[in-house]
């Protein structure tokens, strides 16, 4: 099937995400550095996973860092979307002084229920106040992740739930390795990359081939959008055999949302599943 790009994404909109982007690298490499990242024992590798590290190991992260990450990060944003800037200093306000080990668990928890209802208490712009939140959290992630990455990328991991093996991330990205024809899924809070089957659904496992199928934008074969006809779930591809093998996948994800409308607009929809992360 075949679709035209339904719109024209908003001006500044991509660049809006490179410059976080920018940022969360910086800051990544500060905490690499700081926590001598490439120095862990490879015998404390767990080199089987049947539940997301993160959810079996736990991760301590730094509130005070934490608490600072969040604060440059508003800045930023409040820099670049000066329209906003009224409600960014009122979520600061709230936030700055608040617990931000309990912020951290939340966040990794996915509990949008309780950022909701703090929102609604105190007059705030929830859904921006949890993407701060949420994106300063993600260098912390990509630290924690990268001792078990090289694991999850061999070719013996194997592992079929829609979610990151290492920080349990709901995934919805994931690219076609050029060399070899391989699938590799793609997280985008932690950077995790892991094998997954070229015909099978993650949300369900469907693997009949008459029932999963792909949708393409006319002039653009390389963004691919794999749907599932059994629990209608879909999941947006970048195909490295037809296009730049140097793909920036975090940043094609933001720039194929009109794959998500397409999905959308044909009743599919990349939420099949609850998240049961658990960390107590």
């Not at 910086?26 to 120095?39: N, P, Q, S, T, V």
């Not at 049947?50 to 992260?61: K, S």
């Not at 999963?212 to 629990?231: N, R, T």
Request: hydrophobic share 40%; charged share 30%; glycine share 6%.
């Amino acid at each position: 099937m075949t679709n035209r790009i339904p719109f024209d994404l908003p001006e500044g909109y991509v660049e809006f995400y490179k410059a976080i982007e920018s940022w969360q690298n910086e800051l990544f490499f500060k905490l690499k550095r700081a926590a001598g990242i490439g120095d862990f024992d490879a015998d404390s590798i767990p080199q089987s996973i049947e539940r997301p590290v993160l959810e079996t190991h736990g991760i301590d992260i730094d509130p005070v860092h934490y608490r600072e990450a969040f604060l440059e990060l508003t800045q930023l944003v409040m820099k670049e979307r000066e329209g906003i800037k009224d409600s960014l200093q009122e979520i600061v306000k709230v936030f700055s002084e608040m617990d931000f080990t309990e912020i951290a668990f939340r966040v990794i928890n996915n509990d949008c229920q309780h950022f909701e209802k703090l929102a609604a208490e105190k007059g705030l712009a929830g859904e921006l106040a949890y993407f701060l939140l949420d994106h300063a959290l993600r260098p912390f992630l990509r630290c924690f992740a990268l001792p078990y990455q090289g694991v999850v990328v061999g070719e013996d991991f194997h592992w079929e739930m829609a979610v990151c093996p290492v920080c349990g991330s709901q995934v919805n990205f994931s690219r076609v390795r050029a060399e070899d024809g391989q699938r590799l899924l793609f997280c985008e809070h932690c950077f995790t990359e892991w094998p997954s089957r070229y015909l099978g659904c993650i949300y369900c496992g469907n693997t009949e081939p008459l029932t999963i199928k792909y949708l393409v934008v006319e002039g653009d074969d390389a963004h691919q959008l794999f749907v599932c006809e059994k629990c209608k779930g879909y999941l947006k591809t970048f195909d490295e055999r037809k296009g730049d093998t140097k793909r920036d996948l975090f940043i094609a994800g933001i720039e194929t949302v009109y794959l998500d409308l397409i999905a959308e607009e044909n009743g599919y929809t990349n939420n099949r599943i609850e998240d049961e992360r658990n960390l107590n």
